[in-house]
């Protein structure tokens, strides 16, 4: 699973936390405002997404974890929905990071950083249709 083919595209406006750079309508980087400063981040970079009322938490693919004050809603109409899907009300992953699914009573993935996030039974069929749409079966 590659995630080159959303990276072509550029990305769409989002007031003081977005990086604008063509009119494609996908996000390539994001400007997150992190303490004092603010830092870009590759949308290939972001594991998962995580809300916890009016703040995120970026987990990033190096490890690096980042709370900002805005709401998980906000990243979700922000971020490529092929490759970011909402898999519970508080947790967004990138589809390139997912290594396993586990179906059970409750839905579970195993991340490549090793994490296991919960998956809701209204969202995992729209999970697993998502994820069929970027590895089709082959024959």
Known sequence: MTSESFLDSMTMPFPKSA?????SGCLQKLLIPF????????VDEIVRLEGCGNYTNFFLKDGTKMLVSRTLKEYETLLDSQAFVRVHKSCIVNLS?????YVKKEGELELTDGQQVKISRRRAQMFMDKMQERQPLVN
């Open 19 to 23: 990086d604008k750079a063509g009119n």
């Open 35 to 42: 303490y004092d400063r603010k830092r870009t981040v590759s």
């Open 97 to 101: 990071f997912v290594r396993k699914f």
